[in-house]
Nanobody, 123 residues
Framework: QVQLVESGGGLVQAGGSLRLSCAAS????????MAWFRQAPGKEREFVAA????????LYGDSVKDRFTMSRDTAKFTIYLQMNSLKPEDTAVYYC????????????????WGQGTQVTVSS
């Protein structure tokens, strides 16, 4: 098992910034890729960004590209999501997730999930 704990959510005005963190523990050696997803009330879960653990290569969802930056600290088994130029439509619960299967595509199943952290952007 891999345990994930997100932090850094909160309330921010439109145009502001927040930085989310997600710390992994447990069987961290199985991590192939880590990702951020979000879900707003009444909407489906949306892919935000992902990072391949070994190489650091990243992929972003179209709605956050050029505003959000994902990074990792391999020594701390922690990922970050720097969110700039926030918009009210970014309001959601943000979840981090781990993909453990080597060779998976960016959008294949993620095996472990955190509890989520709320981000609210006021207009």
């Amino acid at each position: 098992q891999v345990q994930l704990v997100e932090s850094g959510g909160g309330l921010v005005q439109a145009g502001g910034s927040l930085r989310l963190s997600c710390a992994a523990s447990g069987r961290t050696f199985v991590i192939y890729r880590m990702a951020w997803f979000r879900q707003a009330p009444g909407k489906e879960r949306e892919f935000v960004a992902a990072i391949r653990w070994s190489s650091g290569s990243t992929l972003y969802g179209d709605s956050v590209k050029d505003r959000f930056t994902m990074s990792r600290d391999t020594a701390k088994f922690t990922i970050y999501l720097q969110m700039n130029s926030l918009k009210p439509e970014d309001t959601a619960v943000y979840y981090c997730a781990v993909q453990k299967t080597f060779g998976s595509s960016w959008f294949d199943r993620y095996d472990y999930w955190g509890q989520g952290t709320q981000v609210t952007v006021s207009s």
